[in-house]
């Protein structure tokens, strides 16, 4: 099954269902059921790993699963939890391949969370997390106090369009 592009509707067209299922039925189960989801760990395709060298998958196996993006029509998205293996906001949690990448930088609102074992190095048991995807690919943390420390959990959750908003 392939993303179809969908119909421009016609006023006072009367709509078959079959043409419903064509663009509307097939399009939302594609949505569910067919992205290719790329793991960040793996790379696709490539093999090589895309996270940054300071990043690893928190939840592989869990309900998250790993570090994953994809790419269905002009939208890209990404899901799953990472964390740093050290404290180096230099470092991107990882980067996005060309083709998948904003036509300009983006900040985004993000999720993190202090281990469950305690052991915060940083005093920045508050966060203020804010996920910045760069028009270069990489996707990094900041933000007051918002640097991870090791074994803390950071959502990379987003959606943008790659289409410049202002054409």
């Not at 793991?39 to 300071?54: N, V, W």
């Not at 269905?72 to 740093?84: D, E, F, I, K």
């Amino acid at each position: 099954m392939a993303w179809i592009t969908p119909r421009t509707w016609v006023a006072s067209e009367v709509v078959s269902a079959s043409t419903m299922n064509t663009h509307l039925r097939d399009n939302l189960d594609f949505l569910q059921h067919s992205p290719v989801w790329i793991e960040a760990r793996s790379g696709g395709a490539g093999g090589a790993s895309l996270f940054g060298s300071d990043w690893v998958d928190y939840d592989l196996t869990g309900q998250w699963g790993p570090v994953r993006f994809c790419k269905v029509g002009n939208w890209v998205m990404s899901v799953g939890l990472a964390t740093p293996t050290v404290v180096s906001p230099a470092v991107p949690i990882y980067t996005l391949p060309v083709g998948y990448r904003p036509v300009r930088s983006l900040v985004a609102q993000s999720t993190a969370a202090e281990n469950a074992g305690g052991g915060d190095t940083s005093g920045n048991n508050e966060r203020v997390p804010t996920t910045f995807i760069g028009n270069n690919g990489g996707i990094s943390t900041g933000g007051a106090n918002a640097l991870p420390d090791p074994g803390d959990w950071w959502s990379v959750f987003f959606i943008f369009s790659l289409e410049d908003p202002d054409n």
